[in-house]
């Protein structure tokens, strides 16, 4: 049965970050809906987050399919609380816990890590210092890079990301989590405890964090085999 994926980027993200996989997805058969968070307004709220993923969702059908990467593990299961999904699927993301805030669960490396890329720019939003993001690509391909960083990469707004997770628990529908073994944004152990908190063992990747530029087929696959 076709099944309807929507993908729910993360943190400084954009809708163009998780595009390369739609091609994949479609070529199976499955629709797809590729949501863009208001994450650039610094008072925006995870619920706010939540409430664009609700209505993007109005006129879709199920099977749905929440997909998320990042920190956007704390956007879907707010909107799975809120209508009915049929899958929640964690591709290298968090997995949030009552109180603790998206920030603070994704662990103390991943904190050091974000906190020494991004520009804090003093109205409530950081963004990633793309030109040091860039020179850490080898040589010959750090102009590509950053033209992608440039496409796909925008301001945060850090409310969203330290404000207490609201939500009660995680949905109680099917839930899958997929591991990138290279990722050095949010380090392969942590993506393990997350899975471990879902209770499910992780389909792994051997990529680094941005999995769905980089390996955008191999994860349209496995997201297809989830949908059966």
Request: net charge negative; aromatic share 6%.
């Amino acid at each position: 049965m076709p099944t309807t994926f929507v993908l729910v980027h993360g943190g400084f993200g954009t809708p163009a970050e998780l595009a390369p996989v739609v091609p994949g997805l479609e070529a199976r058969g499955h629709q797809v809906v590729n949501v863009d968070l208001p994450c650039e307004d610094p008072a925006s709220t995870l619920e706010d987050y939540a409430r664009t993923v609700v209505e993007a969702m109005r006129d879709v059908k199920q099977p749905r399919f929440l997909v998320t990467h990042s920190a956007g593990g704390g956007t879907i299961p707010l909107a799975a609380a809120k209508v009915p999904v049929d899958h929640l699927i964690f591709v290298t993301a968090v997995v949030p816990e009552p109180g603790r805030s998206v920030f603070e669960i994704a662990g103390s490396e991943t904190q050091k890590t974000i906190t020494s890329l991004t520009i804090d720019h003093g109205d409530g939003t950081r963004s990633f210092d793309l030109a040091i993001l860039a020179g850490m690509a080898p040589p010959d391909e750090r102009e590509a890079t950053l033209q992608y960083l440039q496409q796909t990469q925008r301001r945060q707004g850090w409310l969203a990301m330290t404000q207490p997770w609201p939500g009660a628990s995680i949905p109680d529908v099917p839930r899958s989590y997929i591991l990138c073994t290279e990722d050095t944004i949010l380090p392969p152990e942590r993506q393990r405890a997350f899975a471990a908190a879902l209770d499910v063992t992780p389909v792994e990747i051997a990529s680094d964090h941005g999995v769905f530029g980089t390996h955008p087929d191999e994860l349209a696959s496995i997201l297809a085999s989830l949908a059966g």
